[in-house]
């Protein structure tokens, strides 16, 4: 700490001439939000953890498949592990807000970008992003490893047996860490955040399907289900489904929802 | 230079800054005084944007802080310590912290260098002490090398050296014509730091002055007099603007008199003296009589 003994040598001697050229875009606040999450080590866990359930899972089916034939095509033993690691997305976007103002940390991201909507939108797209690759890579790897142990390959020929399931899956785990994140910017509590994303993503479906035993006059509250993220997750990543679109929509509007909501609470209320 | 008008904070029925309105010029530190709960931090997060005023407006350099699309290079911001992400390296949180404005990682090493962080600049800063926190978010207003600081207790939690350079780091970027707005408990260190002060109490301006005025406005001058005749001397200060009152232990506190005056009337009438010490107020003597109602937390008298 010898430096901060002698402010007079190393203080600033005169205004720098270059700070003109500092000054806010879009791009540097969503640098700056790349740097932010990338430089947390939850974010690495919560990616680690969910390649190595996702493709451990996926081992496993393929494993299975051998056995005996289940009936589906074999890239769903890629995309399936998503029953799981959606938690792992949820909670990840989650934190990545509520993070920020158990420790504070908001104020100082509110001060360096006072326009709250950039800062929403930049945290969004860099939340988004990093779920996309990272579940990209997840699959590639999954792909790769039970390429050997399955007896019937993956049809690459037919993009509705491949591809497009694949795609559909990368969007729908980016879907569910928007959904933590859009909580998280409403609730800002961690633990609430994560038990909104978690009731949603895990509990409602559960709760749903029970009235399923309920009879007739409950079965609309059975058909909701199909409009929960979870439920338009398996109907968008269905090997040759017929409610492919559906599904994606449905998927998109849930995080479209949840961060209009985030957007109306960060403007108006005090930081 | 900041600039409030008539600036009003309610928390549903409770009003935590009532109307205030100052000017925070450029080319001098000035204080913000106030007891806990007066109005200070809010009023200082009015000013950056974060809470919005019920009534009431602020500006920062002319506009509001919101309007900036260069917010550190104008304002410099220290709430408080804690406003750094805990996982997040001091190198981390500060790189992050520049790339919203194009900073570049150089100028992240220089103020690293400036605020002494070099040691512990890639711990996370979860396992900062309290002083090398306040060091961080200083470094953090650093960044921009802002026009204009505003500083919230900067040197609460920082050793001797980190408080005497603080205060000498602000004098300095006040006299290249900056202006500085800071926060602090300690008197005795607003009142070598500050040129100007404002203080608040119960949400309102109670004196915006330069030091020396606020000081002589409201403490007394008083000479300290030791004699073994004070009641003789008492009789000779007699005089209507004099006031004489016991201090204890044969000692006389005059105020209303010069101390060379009282040394000369003594000699006169031959009165010795031992002791005559010229006592001149203090800037917490001002702040105790100025926030004499205005304290919210008022802690008991031990008798």
Avoid: C
């Avoid at chain 1, 969503?30 to 947390?40: A, D, G, N, P």
């Avoid at chain 1, 997840?138 to 019937?152: E, G, N």
């Avoid at chain 2, 006592?279 to 802690?299: D, H, I, P």
Wanted: hydrophobic content about 50%; overall charge neutral.
């Amino acid at each position: 700490m010898s430096t901060a003994t002698a402010p007079a040598t190393t203080a600033p001697t005169a205004p720098r001439p270059a700070a003109s050229t500092y000054h806010l875009s879009f791009a540097r606040v969503v640098r700056s939000e790349w740097i932010k999450l990338l430089s947390l080590r939850s974010t690495w866990w919560s990616l680690g953890i969910t390649v190595v359930l996702s493709v451990g899972i996926s081992l496993m089916m393929a494993a299975a498949l051998r056995d005996f034939d289940a009936g589906f095509a074999p890239v769903m033993v890629i995309v399936m592990p998503m029953q799981f690691t959606m938690l792992v997305a949820g909670i990840l976007g989650a934190i990545a807000i509520t993070g920020e103002y158990s420790t504070g940390m908001i104020r100082s991201t509110l001060t360096a970008e006072p326009r709250r909507g950039a800062v929403l939108l930049a945290k969004a797209l860099v939340v988004m992003v990093v779920l996309a690759l990272a579940t990209a890579i997840t699959y590639a790897i999954a792909v790769v490893a039970t390429a050997p142990i399955l007896t019937t390959g993956i049809d690459w020929g037919e993009p509705t047996q491949s591809i497009l399931p694949l795609l559909a899956g990368v969007f729908a785990m980016a879907t569910f860490a928007l959904i933590g994140l859009g909580f998280g910017f409403i609730i800002r509590n961690g633990a609430g955040a994560i038990a909104a994303t978690v009731g949603v993503l895990f509990v409602l479906p559960i709760v749903l399907s029970m009235f399923s035993f309920a009879g007739e006059s409950w079965q609309w509250i059975v058909d909701l289900t199909k409009y929960l993220p979870v439920s338009a997750a398996q109907v968008a990543t269905a090997a040759g489904g017929d409610d492919v679109v559906r599904g994606l929509v449905t998927l998109a509007v849930w995080p479209a929802a949840l961060l209009l909501g985030a957007w109306v609470s960060l403007r108006s209320r005090d930081a | 230079m900041i600039v409030a008008e008539n600036l009003t904070k309610r928390y549903g029925s409770t009003t935590a800054v009532d109307g205030v309105s100052f000017t925070v010029r450029p080319g001098q530190v000035t204080g913000f005084l106030g007891p806990n709960g007066a109005g200070k931090s809010t009023t200082m997060r009015m000013i950056v944007g974060l809470d919005a005023p019920s009534a009431g407006h602020v500006s920062v350099s002319g506009h509001r802080y919101n309007e900036s699309r260069s917010p550190l290079t104008e304002v410099g911001v220290l709430l408080d310590a804690k406003a750094v992400h805990t996982g997040r390296s001091a190198r981390g949180h500060l790189r992050a912290m520049a790339a919203t404005h194009g900073i570049p990682n150089s100028r992240v090493d220089e103020v690293i260098a400036l605020t002494g962080l070099e040691a512990v600049a890639n711990k996370r800063a979860g396992k900062f002490s309290l002083g090398m926190g306040q060091r961080l978010g200083i470094a953090a207003a650093l960044l921009g090398d802002p026009q204009t600081l505003i500083l919230d207790e900067p040197v609460n939690g920082l050793d001797p050296e980190g408080v005497r350079w603080v205060r000498e780091f602000v004098r300095h970027l006040a006299q290249e014509g900056r202006t500085v707005l800071l926060s602090s408990h300690l008197m005795s260190e607003m009142s070598q730091t500050a040129d100007h002060v404002i203080v608040l109490g119960r949400g309102r301006v109670l004196a915006d002055a330069p030091l020396a005025e606020l000081v002589g406005a409201w403490t007394r001058n008083e000479v300290l007099v030791r004699t073994p005749r004070a009641a003789d001397l008492a009789s000779a200060l007699a005089a209507p603007d004099v006031t004489v009152t016991d201090a204890g232990n044969g000692a006389l506190s005059v105020s209303g008199i010069s101390a060379s005056a009282i040394g000369d009337l003594a000699a006169e009438r031959g009165i010795p003296l031992h002791e005559l010490t010229p006592r001149t107020g203090s800037l917490e003597e001002a702040y105790m009589a100025l926030t004499e109602g205005a304290v919210q937390y008022k802690s008991k008298e031990i008798a």
